[in-house]
């Protein structure tokens, strides 16, 4: 899947917790991504982060580098 659409649904899914705080939108966003994004989605949107992350909504920034923190995958 390409970084643009991988950056677009973590933006759509930051929106949907645009009115909660910064906590709670943050550990309801790596919520979501943690239950739904394939290995695969991880692992490239992780290597997107690491690059520079442009375009990636801040609180979505933050749950992906808490998500990566938490669980690292093994990259092989």
């Given at each position: 899947?390409?970084?643009?659409?991988?950056?677009y649904?973590?933006?759509?899914?930051?929106?949907?917790?645009?009115?909660?705080?910064?906590?709670?939108?943050?550990?309801?966003?790596?919520?979501?991504?943690?239950?739904?994004?394939?290995?695969?989605?991880?692992?490239?949107?992780?290597?997107?982060?690491?690059?520079?992350?442009?375009g990636?909504d801040?609180?979505?920034?933050?749950a992906?580098?808490?998500?990566?923190?938490a669980?690292?995958?093994?990259?092989?």
């Open positions: 899947m390409s970084p643009e659409k991988l950056v649904m973590a933006n759509q899914i930051a929106k949907f917790f645009v009115h909660k705080n910064d906590d709670e939108a943050i550990a309801g966003i790596a919520e979501h991504i943690k239950s739904f994004w394939e290995k695969r989605m991880l692992t490239e949107i992780y290597a997107y982060l690491d690059a520079d992350g442009t990636l801040d609180r979505a920034k933050k992906l580098q808490r998500l990566r923190d669980s690292p995958l093994s990259v092989t």
